[in-house]
């Protein structure tokens, strides 16, 4: 161990953000275990020792520690006062005695086993630093490449770290091509054995969101509020919106200039069909909104059992019911009322 190796252990650790006394203490304490494994008897008791490594010049020195007694019967770790004040005239009973009990070829030992404890150390102190940056971005958007197909689980380069997307998470509209990007929701990151696993989805109505949030202005700044998202990904997606300021129209806000914020939005997402709703506080209106396109004539609400009663004209019904019940299906869970709808003729 040398002025050399403790250099680069320090740039190590500046490059790394990792606290240097954190690796110099898990060295030091390696290092009392090196000791007792290799140099106590066996069988007899346990002695109590100090290692040192010198943060300049990388020297090892090994220091028993002994309780200062009158007299001392246990000689591994007691000392006796008369004894003690011969190595130093300051030591009075119940001090504890430091002696120093460096081996000749203990600095070979330690130097070998001080670079298996950075090594480690550093793995460890990454993991960490990585999972911390990770957490932070969970229920976020990030822009990952796609690195490899493994079992029906597609795995991203995120920047530091692969995320997965599990078959569940995957868009059928995705191919998933190798080196192809995409924004992804990260559902979530967890801390394994292995370091962080960074589980995201293309699938998740929280990746609707954060796209119209890096699209619409209004949204990022919480002059626009999406009220509720219904997602059936791939497909449809419907999104309710709403604005405190009179001034504002919070479904243009969204659809933008020629309707490019939302283009943009349907783009990322192949073409998945975008429906932005006006939200409403009174649940008529909001159900009549939820139902678009199709046009609504009235809707008659049971609060206890959170249903309303639809009707729309004959040439409506199956706009408002949509293809495989989607449209209303997709309305329900929207503004999270049961949804019955009759046409005109079937209501007289």
């Known amino acids: 161990m040398n002025e050399e190796f403790i250099g680069a252990l320090k ?51 090994v220091f028993a520690q ?27 009973i119940g001090d504890v005695a430091e002696i120093e009990v460096t081996p000749k070829n203990f600095g070979r030992v330690a130097a070998q086993l001080a670079k298996q404890v950075v090594v480690q150390r550093i793995k460890e102190a990454e993991r960490t630093i990585i999972y911390n940056e990770y957490v932070e971005k969970e229920y976020d ?5 796609v690195a490899r197909k493994d079992k029906g689980n597609v795995f991203v380069d995120l920047g530091k770290i692969e995320g ?7 868009m059928s509209t995705d191919e998933y091509n190798f080196n192809e990007k995409y924004k992804l929701y990260i559902v979530e990151v967890k801390n394994g054995s292995k370091g962080a696993q960074v589980v995201v989805s293309r699938t998740h109505p929280g990746l609707v ?6 699209e619409v202005p209004e949204i990022f700044d919480g ?42 939005v349907v783009n990322e997402l192949k073409n998945e069909k975008i429906d932005i709703i006006k939200w409403s ?20 609400v ?43 003729s079937q209501v007289e």
């Not at 000392?79 to 011969?86: L, N, P, V, W």
């Not at 997965?164 to 995957?170: A, D, L, W």
């Open 302 to 344: 049971h609060e206890e059992e959170k249903s309303a009663k639809v009707v729309v004209e004959d040439n409506q019904l199956s706009l408002a019911i949509g293809k495989e019940g989607q449209n209303v299906r997709l309305a329900a869970k929207l503004t999270g009322w049961k949804i019955d709808i009759k046409s005109q």
């Open 11 to 61: 740039e190590l650790v500046r490059d790394k953000g990792i606290s240097e006394d954190l690796i110099f203490t898990t060295i030091d304490d390696a290092l009392v275990v090196a000791y007792k494994k290799n140099y106590s008897n066996p069988g007899s008791p346990a002695q109590n020792v100090r290692v040192t490594m010198n943060r300049e010049t990388g020297e090892f020195h």
């Open 164 to 170: 997965i997307i599990t078959p569940s998470e995957q």
């Open 223 to 264: 002059v626009v509020e999406i009220k509720s998202i219904a997602r059936e990904a791939g497909s449809r997606t419907k999104i309710s919106v709403y604005s405190n300021e009179e001034n504002i129209d919070p479904m243009g806000a969204c659809v933008g200039p020629k309707g490019v914020r939302v283009q943009n």
């Open 66 to 92: 002994k309780d200062v007694v009158e007299t001392a019967y246990d000689h591994i770790n007691e000392i006796g006062i008369d004894e003690a004040k011969g190595l130093n005239p300051k030591y009075q």
């Open 141 to 145: 958007i990030i822009t990952g490449t």
């Open 281 to 300: 506080k009174i649940p008529e209106e909001f159900i009549a909104n939820s139902l678009s396109p199709a046009k609504v004539i009235s809707v008659e």
């Open 209 to 214: 969101k954060r796209l119209f949030e890096l």
